[in-house]
């Protein structure tokens, strides 16, 4: 090792263990005085490793001089930087996780000095205070990201989140209702004002965003079809339209004859609800409206489902959930899984099958039985 470095181990009083030494860097380019960098990792092989990662940058020439910026000023300029460059909504969520957790878990360390070491007990500490483990590993995500960028930027050497796991989440179990509960459901709320939306999201599977940015062009009656063209997005002033996460998010739906039905009460309800208001009438076309033409706010429609639901004795379930309740009773009644994959907009067929294997385990079944039938089993 480089003069200087010899190996010390330190026990710390919670009894986590780091390795650390102090190399040779090029010397200053101004004054020519001799520098030296401190280095750690949490075994002495990993920090050997580490400090001949270090000389050999060293001797070739690529030595990466460690940026002085603090993590806390690094996001925030890296927030900015990606502004133009993802969705509204991904931008607000970044910043506010960057500014509120990681900032304020890691804000205070030097980018440079920044350790797989720092970000374990980053994310143990978010673990003990409670969050998911799918809410950590979403940090994770973002923090890698940004330290790629880092990277790219020569501001450090390498990501530290490759040598630091995120917790792995437990996969989410959908709550789904059974064909008779959607029915009553429907049933219930027959004569509710929002009755063709709890119908188009039992009957198509589509995103609650989606409905909610429906628009009457997107809707063709008299052809039985709707288009999915855009959704909400979470904008600095509040929720407005945007496009659809993927490509596969924008697609055309046929419409059985209940949510033609269901639409057309709807419409002829809106339009009365419209001449009453006049000129107070928000004029975006929406075709699922706050009551005087304007954006009906999400939360207020799963705060009406719920009402109903629980008015009804049924299984509380999310208002995605209906989504996935779609989707089972599509399988379940046989329909090929590609249709399935089509109507709710996702990207692949395997993502389909993979989310909702459990119903295509139940179709294997049934086939298995019939061809066992069929020869004579």
Same mark, same amino acid.
């Given at each position: 090792?480089?003069?200087?470095?010899? %190996?010390?181990?330190?026990?710390?009083? =919670?009894?986590?263990?780091?390795?650390?030494?102090?190399?040779?860097?090029? %010397?200053?380019?101004?004054?020519?005085?001799? @520098?030296?960098?401190?280095?750690?990792?949490?075994?002495?092989?990993?920090?050997?490793?580490?400090?001949?990662?270090?000389?050999?940058?060293?001797? #070739?020439? +690529?030595y990466i001089e460690p940026a002085r910026v603090t993590v806390r000023e690094y996001l925030a300029d890296w927030v900015a930087s990606i502004e133009a460059s993802v969705r509204p909504t991904t931008f607000l969520r970044y910043r506010d996780i960057c500014e509120r957790q990681l900032a304020g878990a890691l804000g205070g360390i030097k980018l440079a000095t920044l350790t797989a070491l720092h970000l374990r007990k980053a994310y143990a500490a978010w673990l003990k205070a409670g969050l998911a483990p799918a809410t950590v590993e979403l940090y994770h995500m973002i923090l890698h990201r940004a330290l790629d960028q880092a990277v790219k930027w020569q501001l450090i050497p390498r990501n530290p989140c490759d040598a630091a796991d995120a917790p792995?989440?437990? @996969?989410?179990?959908?709550? #789904? $209702?059974?064909?008779?509960?959607?029915?009553?459901?429907? !049933?219930?709320?027959?004569? =509710?004002?929002?009755? !063709?939306?709890?119908?188009?999201?039992?009957?198509?599977?589509?995103?609650?965003?989606?409905?909610?940015?429906?628009?009457?062009?997107?809707?063709?009656? =008299?052809?039985?079809?709707?288009?999915?063209?855009?959704?909400?997005?979470?904008?600095?002033?509040?929720?407005?339209?945007?496009?659809?996460?993927?490509?596969?998010?924008?697609?055309?739906?046929?419409? %059985?004859?209940?949510?033609?039905?269901?639409?057309?009460?709807?419409?002829?309800?809106?339009?009365?609800?419209?001449?009453?208001?006049?000129?107070? $009438?928000?004029?975006?076309?929406?075709? /699922?409206?706050?009551?005087?033409?304007?954006?009906?706010?999400?939360?207020?429609?799963?705060?009406? /489902? @719920?009402?109903? +639901?629980?008015?009804?004795?049924?299984?509380?379930?999310? /208002?995605?959930?209906?989504?996935?309740?779609?989707?089972?009773?599509?399988?379940?009644?046989?329909?090929?899984?590609?249709?399935?994959?089509?109507?709710?907009?996702? +990207?692949?067929?395997?993502?389909?099958? =993979?989310?909702? +294997?459990?119903?295509?385990?139940?179709?294997?079944?049934?086939?298995?039985?019939?061809?066992?039938?069929?020869?004579?089993?």
């Open positions: 090792m480089a003069r200087g470095s010899v %190996p010390k181990k330190r026990i710390a009083k =919670d009894g986590t263990v780091t390795w650390t030494a102090v190399i040779d860097v090029p %010397p200053d380019p101004v004054t020519g005085k001799r @520098r030296q960098r401190r280095l750690s990792a949490p075994t002495k092989k990993d920090l050997e490793d580490l400090v001949r990662k270090e000389l050999h940058s060293i001797g #070739t020439g +690529s792995r989440p437990e @996969r989410y179990e959908a709550k #789904t $209702w059974t064909a008779e509960q959607a029915r009553a459901f429907l !049933a219930g709320t027959a004569t =509710d004002p929002l009755a !063709a939306l709890w119908r188009l999201a039992l009957l198509t599977g589509a995103r609650k965003g989606e409905l909610l940015a429906l628009r009457w062009a997107d809707a063709d009656l =008299d052809r039985g079809t709707l288009a999915i063209r855009r959704t909400l997005t979470r904008g600095p002033d509040g929720f407005t339209t945007g496009e659809p996460k993927s490509a596969a998010g924008t697609r055309s739906l046929a419409l %059985p004859p209940s949510c033609v039905a269901a639409l057309r009460r709807h419409k002829a309800q809106q339009a009365e609800r419209r001449l009453k208001l006049g000129e107070l $009438w928000q004029g975006a076309d929406l075709i /699922f409206d706050r009551g005087d033409g304007g954006l009906l706010h999400p939360n207020v429609a799963y705060a009406a /489902f @719920r009402r109903h +639901s629980d008015r009804l004795g049924l299984p509380p379930i999310r /208002f995605h959930d209906l989504r996935h309740t779609a989707a089972t009773l599509m399988l379940a009644e046989g329909i090929h899984p590609k249709i399935v994959q089509e109507r709710l907009g996702h +990207s692949s067929i395997d993502m389909t099958l =993979d989310r909702y +294997s459990h119903v295509s385990l139940d179709m294997q079944r049934e086939a298995a039985d019939r061809l066992d039938k069929a020869l004579g089993g």
